[in-house]
Structure formats: structure tokens, C-alpha cells
């Protein structure tokens, strides 16, 4: 069974602080594409990154930064220098070619001025 | 570029009344389509996905309903709705494209039953 698991409910940090968040995966496929997401308080889910299973480079875009271990079925993401802007819920997602989508439960993160 | 919309933005409903919420997508042919329901401080709850005209997948066996009259159009229906179906409802689309896995989402439809 295919599943994703965000351990951290929600998150709170000072302005200016780094902060990671957490994702773990569970897939018997060899290929497949993990994605993290953004939902700020508007709502919409913003796209944030695409990452597939033969891809284990970190990536790093501004104050955001990827790190995907195969070994450990983990796609954290580290935001650094956290801003009030921030704060919204962040969801990872697993994708293995079957048109579904798996979902983790979210992370809302809070950063505070 | 690709732009997704839904419509009503916001929209409060008797328990009974009957439902339709709708989405297009532009920029794009042939899109995988898809509705997600998310309850107050919860995870998304995939409903139904569509991969192309007239066909449609159903996740969940509730009285929700949807339908895919036209290649970039994509409808959710009730004919009666329950107190339970409140909640903030997302549709997505992503390329048929096997390369381009991502969804993106339109902004939402948030649904008050009372």
C-alpha cells in the first residue's frame, strides 16, 4: 500500500528561524514522483517542487531547500531564514503512475513575527 | 499558459438543496482531471478523477456526482446535499504529458450546508 506520513501536526517558529519539515513515503513502485505543496490561508494549493524516484539530488530554490534519501523514504523540505509569509500548511504527495494521488495529512507551520 | 477556474468562490446551501460546482481549464488539451474534498483543518479527500470526455473514476460512493461534459470542463453535482458535504472542494489538473506529474489546483469552492 502507498502511503505518506507527515509526523509534525503543526510547527511553530520565530521569524528568521530555519525550520524542516518532515515527510516520509511508503511505495513498492520503482517509479514514482514526490511533490511538496503550499496552502496558504487563501487556500489554494500552490506547487512547490516534483522530485522522481531516480532523482536523489537536493534541491535548492531561495530560502527553500529539498532533501530526498531514498534509503530512509523521506522528502524533507528546510526552510531557511523562515518568514511571516511563510506560514501556511504544507502537504507532500506521492505519485506512482496510477492517476492517484497519495497525500500526506499536512503540516501547518506558523511563524511568528 | 495553463489557468484553472472554479466557481462560486464561496457558496451556502440548504441540507436538500441540490449542488454544481464547476471547473475549466485553460491552456491545455486533454488534462487529467480531478475533484478533492478538504474538511475544516484536514487532509484532501480525492472524489473523483477524469482522464478524459464522458469518463469519470469515483472514489467515494457518497450522493456526489461528476461529470466531464467537455475536454477542459469538469462538473460536481449533488442532488442532495447533506451536512456533511460542507467543506472546501479543489479541483486539479495535470498534462496527460507522462513526464509532468504535478497537479496544479484552482483556488477552491467553499460549501456551507446548513
Known amino acids: 500500500a502507498q502511503k505518506v506520513t507527515q509526523a509534525q501536526t503543526e510547527i511553530s517558529v520565530v521569524e528568521k528561524e530555519d525550520v524542516t519539515l518532515d515527510c516520509v513515503y511508503e511505495?513498492?513502485?520503482?517509479?514514482?514522483?514526490l511533490f511538496w505543496y503550499k496552502q496558504p490561508p487563501s487556500g489554494e494549493l500552490v506547487f512547490l517542487i516534483r522530485?522522481?524516484?531516480?532523482?536523489?539530488q537536493n534541491e535548492i530554490s531561495g530560502r527553500y531547500s529539498w532533501n530526498f534519501q531514498k534509503s530512509t523514504s523521506s522528502f524533507n523540505f528546510t526552510i531557511t531564514a523562515s518568514q511571516v509569509v511563510d506560514s501556511a500548511v504544507y502537504f507532500c504527495?506521492?505519485?506512482?503512475?496510477?492517476?492517484?494521488?497519495?497525500f500526506g495529512t499536512g503540516t501547518r507551520l506558523k511563524v511568528l513575527a | 499558459s495553463q489557468t484553472i477556474h472554479q466557481w462560486p468562490a464561496t457558496l451556502v446551501q440548504p441540507v436538500g438543496s441540490p449542488l454544481s460546482l464547476e471547473c475549466t481549464v485553460e491552456?491545455?488539451?486533454?488534462?487529467?482531471l480531478y475533484w478533492y474534498r478538504q474538511a475544516a483543518g484536514r487532509g484532501l479527500q480525492l472524489l473523483f478523477y477524469?482522464?478524459?470526455?464522458?469518463?469519470i473514476s469515483s472514489e467515494v460512493p457518497q450522493n456526489l456526482s461528476a461529470s466531464r461534459p467537455q475536454d477542459r470542463q469538469f462538473i460536481l453535482s449533488s442532488k442532495k446535499l447533506l451536512l456533511s458535504d460542507s467543506g472546501f472542494y479543489l479541483c486539479?489538473?495535470?498534462?496527460?504529458?507522462?513526464?509532468?506529474?504535478?497537479?496544479?489546483f484552482g483556488p477552491g469552492t467553499r460549501l456551507t450546508v446548513l
Open positions: 477524469s482522464v478524459g470526455i464522458g469518463q
Open positions: 522530485r522522481n524516484s531516480f532523482d536523489e
Open positions: 511505495t513498492r513502485d520503482t517509479t514514482y514522483y
Open positions: 491552456g491545455t488539451s486533454n488534462p487529467n
Open positions: 486539479a489538473w495535470r498534462s496527460w504529458r507522462t513526464e509532468y506529474n504535478e497537479q496544479f
Open positions: 504527495a506521492l505519485y506512482s503512475g496510477t492517476y492517484k494521488y497519495i
